[in-house]
């Protein structure tokens, strides 16, 4: 199902043809197949519209056969169209002055879905090679949420309450928009999610296991957004509020014709968050005695100001060449208080009271742009085709705080101490790709990335003498800078024998890091020079039946390493209680990734879809605490972290997602997951059964009024000598249309019980903790859309207007 509201003026047009049906009934009709293979294809859409002004006028859907008829038609000139998941929309003008029957439609695949015109019922899973793609576009439920909403119904996909994506609990995600990396960085990222509204979203595409087509070390997931180019434009004009609260208004502006299309897009906003927290450590020495004991209680005030302006353009050089370019720029502003309370205890050897209160203030400024251009041409219509593409970005924050600390014992000297912080990120990577169709149905692409980023970071904190005047704190202050440059080159080989499909990929990766960190007042000083590299190895086997049931087997074997140079490297950033290091004996990690999967579309009833996996690590990466005393920190024992190689590490699991549609105004999906996670640390074994699961509802009411309902649980999940607290929320929502849907409202209720929260308890042999986050998120949004213009350029809008740091749309 597409989008089941119509414009009054389609409903108006619909009842005229039909009371003028046995005057004026002409009729359409034909068969629509694979270019290639010549097979029939279920589930098309295919649709006319005028064409004038490319209003829909009437349509319909493929059945099993692939054939479609398409009744009471006007005479007059219309535009056909014929669209489906994986294959190039096709697009015709055809002048109806009597009925046509047997007309034939070819599409051709392995591009990339553009535009979907015909409401029609389809499935809101489907597989696709190595792809699990989610319709967003088919689940009305989410239409007016945000792409966190959206990633969250997506195979495997979690967006915890602070931004953060996982994908089975893992964190090494790449996002791709639009078929091309993001080249976000992690703050980036989570704003994009959180202002991209969930109806710019065409589809959201998952690779739990992908080829060596990419170079992640995890997962891949692609976010489409709508495409639609008409000669037409359209304003739109927003407003979203929060009783967070939050508010942040909006203005998109759309002009396109066949050739070129430009989008500008600027908005602001304000906002608060206010977040509580609470929790225990206690450190143990040698001899299994406790050292220190520590229990806190803190709030956090975060309020922000921001905005963001971008534009983006297409050109359509001509019917084979496309280019395209993207830049925005964004500024943010935050001035957060942090309020802690201490209870903290010493055992050396006798009990000693050092609890605390804080009062933290901080101020910042964060700014950053991105900018690219992407061009692709297609030397004929096989599917030959060379793509160019280039992004770059950066981020930059800086700011100052002061901290009060006022000691519970009269014994001690209670301080201040002010810090001063700025970071650079700044990124960019040049690509090339290149298609090859040959004979007998197999394709091959190959290409090459070269990437390079550059960062610096400074912290330097002074300390209140007790006469006056500051003092630097040498050993809590620092300085780093670090580069990395990253050539790879990859190429896959894609056979098709009817509906069975052979996938085989090589990628050789190599990571150049080269950087610096020192005390700067010290002169403690460390630099590595290294290089990571090694190949990456798939094969992935699919096969769709004619009735639209899939089956995938695939595999791929992977290596990751620390991210963060200093990860290598022994010095120690140092805190009042505790520090972190590096560990130079750590080695690469090498994952075996084994993965099946099964979806089938059932006439009238949804979609059910099963995966399972298993997950191999040698030499998996993990963080561990452990204790030590430091001069640097004072007579007391503390507590240090450092990445470690845990050994060996193994991940076996199941998800189900079930989809029931009775009607085209009910939608019902329920999605569960279930694994086992172990490993062997230092003759250390553990595992842990988890599972997830989770409920939406949809329905829509009185032919206006749509409704929904979402409920999600996440049990605790296993880590390093750690475990995550469970998850849990229920939301609930309302929207409408009016006016010919020039005016849109959305009501929700997020987390209606106050149940989201988010922690973890560590339980190393010697440093165990408890901890517990929870943020304001019961609160209620409201939202406004008005748009003034063609109602087919809403989505392209909407694309625009949600285009944030980082953010490369076609």
Same mark, same amino acid.
């Given at each position: 199902?597409?989008?089941?509201?119509?414009t009054?003026?389609?409903?108006l047009?619909?009842?005229?043809l039909?009371?003028?049906? @046995?005057?004026? /009934?002409i #009729?359409?009709s $034909?068969?629509? !197949?694979d270019?290639?293979?010549?097979e029939?294809? %279920?589930?098309?859409?295919?649709?006319?519209?005028?064409?004038?002004?490319?209003?829909?006028?009437?349509?319909?859907?493929?059945?099993?056969?692939?054939r479609?008829?398409?009744?009471?038609v006007?005479?007059?000139?219309?535009?056909?169209?014929?669209?489906?998941?994986?294959?190039?929309?096709?697009m015709?003008?055809?002048?109806?002055q009597?009925?046509?029957?047997?007309l034939?439609?070819?599409?051709?695949?392995?591009?990339?879905?553009q535009?979907?015109?015909?409401?029609?019922?389809?499935?809101?899973?489907?597989?696709?090679?190595?792809?699990?793609?989610?319709?967003t576009?088919?689940?009305?439920s989410?239409?007016?949420?945000t792409?966190?909403?959206?990633?969250?119904?997506?195979p495997?996909v979690?967006?915890? @309450?602070?931004? /953060?994506? #996982?994908?089975? $609990?893992?964190? !090494?995600?790449?996002?791709?928009?639009?078929?091309? %990396?993001?080249?976000?960085?992690?703050?980036?990222?989570?704003?994009?999610?959180?202002?991209l509204?969930?109806?710019?979203?065409e589809?959201?595409?998952?690779?739990?296991?992908?080829?060596a087509?990419?170079s992640?070390t995890g997962?891949?997931?692609?976010?489409v957004?709508?495409?639609?180019?008409?000669?037409?434009?359209?304003?739109?004009?927003?407003?979203r509020?929060?009783?967070t609260?939050?508010?942040?208004?909006?203005?998109?502006?759309?002009?396109?014709?066949?050739?070129v299309?430009?989008n500008?897009?600027?908005?602001?906003?304000?906002?608060?968050?206010?977040?509580?927290?609470?929790?225990t450590?206690t450190?143990?020495?040698?001899?299994?005695?406790?050292?220190?004991?520590?229990k806190?209680?803190?709030m956090?005030?975060?309020?922000?100001?921001?905005g963001?302006?971008g534009?983006n353009?297409n050109?359509?050089?001509?019917?084979k060449t496309t280019?395209?370019?993207?830049?925005g720029?964004?500024?943010?502003w935050?001035?957060?208080?942090?309020?802690?309370n201490?209870?903290?205890?010493?055992?050396n050897?006798?009990?000693?009271?050092?609890g605390y209160r804080?009062?933290?203030?901080?101020?910042?400024f964060s700014?950053?742009?991105?900018g690219g251009?992407?061009?692709?041409?297609?030397?004929?219509?096989?599917?030959?085709k060379?793509?160019i593409?280039?992004?770059?970005n950066?981020w930059a924050?800086?700011?100052?705080?002061?901290?009060?600390r006022d000691y519970?014992?009269?014994t001690?000297?209670?301080?201040?101490?002010?810090?001063?912080?700025s970071m650079?990120?700044?990124?960019?990577?040049?690509g090339?790709?290149y298609?090859?169709?040959?004979?007998?149905?197999i394709?091959?692409?190959?290409?090459?990335?070269?990437g390079?980023?550059?960062s610096?970071?400074?912290?330097?904190?002074?300390?209140?003498?007790?006469g006056g005047?500051?003092n630097?704190?040498?050993?809590?202050?620092y300085v780093?800078?670090g580069?990395?440059?990253?050539p790879?080159?990859?190429?896959?080989?894609?056979?098709?024998?009817?509906?069975?499909?052979?996938?085989?990929?090589?990628?050789?990766?190599?990571?150049?890091?080269?950087?610096?960190?020192?005390?700067?007042?010290v002169?403690?000083?460390?630099?590595?020079?290294?290089?990571?590299?090694?190949?990456?190895?798939?094969?992935?086997l699919?096969?769709?039946?004619?009735?639209?049931?899939?089956y995938?087997l695939?595999?791929t074997?992977?290596f990751s390493?620390d991210?963060d140079?200093s990860?290598?490297?022994?010095?120690?950033?140092?805190?009042?209680?505790?520090f972190?290091t590096?560990?130079?004996?750590?080695l690469?990690?090498?994952?075996?990734?084994?993965?099946?999967?099964?979806?089938?579309?059932?006439?009238k009833?949804?979609?059910?879809?099963?995966?399972?996996?298993?997950?191999?690590?040698?030499?998996?990466?993990?963080?561990?605490?452990?204790?030590?005393y430091?001069?640097?920190?004072g007579?007391?024992?503390v507590?240090?972290?450092?990445?470690?190689?845990?050994g060996s590490?193994?991940?076996?699991?199941?998800?189900?997602n079930?989809t029931?549609?009775?009607?085209?105004?009910?939608?019902?999906?329920?999605?569960?997951?279930?694994?086992?996670?172990?490993?062997?640390?230092?003759?250390?074994?553990d595992s842990?059964?988890?599972?997830s699961?989770?409920l939406?509802?949809?329905?829509?009411?009185?032919?206006?009024l749509?409704?929904?309902a979402n409920?999600?649980y996440?049990?605790?999940?296993?880590?390093?000598?750690?475990?995550?607290?469970?998850?849990?929320?229920?939301?609930f929502?309302?929207?409408s249309?009016?006016?010919?849907?020039k005016?849109?409202?959305?009501?929700?209720?997020?987390?209606?019980?106050?149940w989201?929260?988010?922690?973890s308890?560590?339980?190393?042999?010697?440093?165990q903790?408890?901890?517990?986050?929870?943020?304001n998120?019961?609160?209620?949004s409201?939202g406004?859309?008005?748009?003034?213009?063609?109602?087919?350029?809403?989505?392209?809008?909407?694309?625009?207007?949600?285009?944030?740091?980082?953010?490369q749309?076609k």
């Amino acid at each position: 199902m597409k989008d089941i509201r119509i414009t009054a003026a389609a409903v108006l047009a619909t009842l005229l043809l039909s009371m003028n049906a @046995a005057a004026q /009934n002409i #009729t359409i009709s $034909g068969t629509v !197949s694979d270019a290639k293979t010549g097979e029939a294809l %279920p589930l098309v859409n295919v649709g006319l519209m005028s064409e004038q002004d490319t209003v829909f006028v009437r349509g319909n859907s493929t059945d099993f056969d692939g054939r479609f008829t398409i009744t009471d038609v006007k005479p007059g000139n219309y535009l056909l169209q014929a669209s489906f998941v994986g294959y190039e929309t096709h697009m015709e003008r055809i002048e109806l002055q009597q009925s046509v029957q047997n007309l034939g439609i070819k599409l051709t695949g392995n591009v990339m879905l553009q535009t979907v015109v015909v409401s029609a019922e389809r499935p809101l899973y489907t597989m696709e090679g190595e792809k699990n793609m989610y319709n967003t576009k088919e689940d009305p439920s989410i239409q007016t949420g945000t792409a966190s909403d959206a990633l969250q119904n997506a195979p495997g996909v979690e967006v915890d @309450a602070e931004g /953060n994506i #996982t994908l089975r $609990g893992v964190s !090494s995600v790449e996002i791709w928009i639009n078929d091309r %990396p993001s080249h976000m960085n992690e703050e980036a990222m989570k704003q994009y999610i959180k202002q991209l509204p969930a109806n710019a979203i065409e589809r959201i595409e998952v690779i739990t296991n992908p080829s060596a087509r990419y170079s992640t070390t995890g997962g891949v997931i692609n976010i489409v957004t709508n495409q639609k180019v008409t000669r037409n434009e359209l304003l739109c004009l927003g407003l979203r509020a929060t009783t967070t609260p939050f508010i942040s208004p909006w203005a998109s502006y759309v002009w396109a014709n066949e050739k070129v299309d430009f989008n500008i897009y600027i908005n602001g906003m304000y906002g608060n968050h206010d977040m509580k927290s609470d929790g225990t450590s206690t450190l143990f020495d040698a001899n299994g005695d406790t050292s220190r004991f520590q229990k806190w209680d803190n709030m956090n005030k975060m309020p922000f100001q921001g905005g963001y302006l971008g534009f983006n353009t297409n050109w359509k050089i001509d019917d084979k060449t496309t280019l395209s370019a993207w830049v925005g720029a964004y500024p943010y502003w935050d001035q957060n208080s942090f309020y802690n309370n201490y209870e903290y205890y010493e055992y050396n050897p006798t009990r000693v009271d050092l609890g605390y209160r804080d009062t933290t203030l901080n101020h910042g400024f964060s700014h950053g742009a991105y900018g690219g251009a992407w061009f692709e041409h297609r030397y004929d219509t096989t599917g030959r085709k060379l793509s160019i593409t280039f992004n770059g970005n950066y981020w930059a924050n800086g700011g100052y705080s002061d901290q009060t600390r006022d000691y519970n014992s009269p014994t001690l000297t209670d301080f201040k101490r002010h810090m001063v912080g700025s970071m650079w990120n700044g990124s960019g990577e040049l690509g090339i790709n290149y298609t090859l169709p040959l004979k007998h149905d197999i394709t091959i692409e190959t290409g090459a990335e070269v990437g390079y980023g550059y960062s610096r970071n400074s912290e330097i904190r002074d300390s209140l003498l007790p006469g006056g005047g500051w003092n630097n704190m040498p050993y809590q202050s620092y300085v780093s800078n670090g580069s990395a440059f990253e050539p790879n080159v990859y190429v896959t080989a894609q056979k098709r024998w009817g509906s069975f499909t052979t996938k085989l990929g090589l990628r050789y990766n190599n990571n150049f890091k080269s950087g610096m960190i020192e005390h700067p007042t010290v002169g403690d000083r460390m630099r590595l020079d290294t290089l990571f590299s090694g190949l990456v190895p798939s094969i992935h086997l699919s096969y769709q039946t004619k009735t639209f049931e899939s089956y995938s087997l695939s595999y791929t074997r992977r290596f990751s390493h620390d991210g963060d140079l200093s990860g290598y490297l022994p010095f120690r950033i140092y805190e009042d209680f505790s520090f972190s290091t590096g560990n130079p004996n750590l080695l690469m990690c090498y994952t075996h990734n084994l993965e099946a999967a099964w979806n089938k579309y059932i006439m009238k009833f949804g979609n059910v879809g099963l995966n399972a996996y298993f997950r191999a690590n040698t030499d998996e990466i993990g963080t561990m605490t452990s204790a030590i005393y430091d001069p640097v920190i004072g007579p007391y024992m503390v507590n240090y972290t450092y990445p470690v190689n845990i050994g060996s590490s193994h991940t076996e699991g199941a998800e189900a997602n079930i989809t029931y549609r009775p009607t085209g105004f009910l939608n019902v999906r329920f999605n569960a997951s279930l694994f086992n996670y172990g490993y062997n640390y230092n003759g250390f074994s553990d595992s842990k059964l988890s599972y997830s699961f989770r409920l939406n509802l949809w329905a829509k009411v009185w032919k206006r009024l749509e409704l929904f309902a979402n409920g999600s649980y996440s049990s605790p999940r296993l880590g390093l000598y750690s475990l995550t607290n469970a998850q849990k929320r229920f939301d609930f929502g309302a929207s409408s249309d009016f006016f010919d849907r020039k005016l849109s409202i959305y009501f929700n209720v997020n987390d209606i019980f106050g149940w989201s929260e988010w922690g973890s308890n560590t339980t190393a042999p010697q440093y165990q903790t408890t901890g517990s986050n929870r943020f304001n998120s019961r609160f209620v949004s409201l939202g406004l859309t008005w748009r003034i213009g063609k109602m087919e350029l809403e989505s392209k809008a909407r694309q625009g207007g949600s285009d944030a740091p980082g953010a490369q749309v076609k």
